[in-house]
Nanobody
Framework: QVQLVESGGGSVQAGGSLRLSCVVYGYAYSTYCMGWFRQAPGKEREGVAVIDTDGYAVFADSVKGRFTISQDNAKNTLFLQMNSLKPEDTGLYYC?????????????????????WGQGTQVTVSS
């Protein structure tokens, strides 16, 4: 059974940084598509960044130049480095995954594209 466990959320002031981690358990596929989503209060969940097996990554326009996504395959861990955080980055951040390479219509896949989800980690940015 595949399980995704996020960590690293917290409260920071605007301009600060956080690094989110997502450890993947029980994943037996050699290829994968993984991503980070977020959901602000009263809003729909939105894609933040997606990364393919080969490391190719895409980002939402709202986070380009501030966020990076990376992976440590040896540790089955996905990361989201968030710099220059803004109050509008506040939300519950989710890690998501599916088997196979990323294949979706740009700019980012919808949440229905992913099969496996973590429980989320809260990020709060104060002004």
């Amino acid at each position: 059974q595949v399980q995704l466990v996020e960590s690293g959320g917290g409260s920071v002031q605007a301009g600060g940084s956080l690094r989110l981690s997502c450890v993947v358990y029980g994943y037996a596929y050699s290829t994968y598509c993984m991503g980070w989503f977020r959901q602000a209060p009263g809003k729909e969940r939105e894609g933040v960044a997606v990364i393919d097996t080969d490391g190719y990554a895409v980002f939402a326009d709202s986070v380009k130049g501030r966020f990076t996504i990376s992976q440590d395959n040896a540790k089955n861990t996905l990361f989201l480095q968030m710099n220059s955080l803004k109050p509008e980055d506040t939300g519950l951040y989710y890690c998501a995954a599916r088997s196979g390479r990323c294949f979706y219509a740009p700019p980012l896949p919808s949440e229905t594209y992913f099969r496996y989800w973590g429980q989320g980690t809260q990020v709060t940015v104060s002004s």
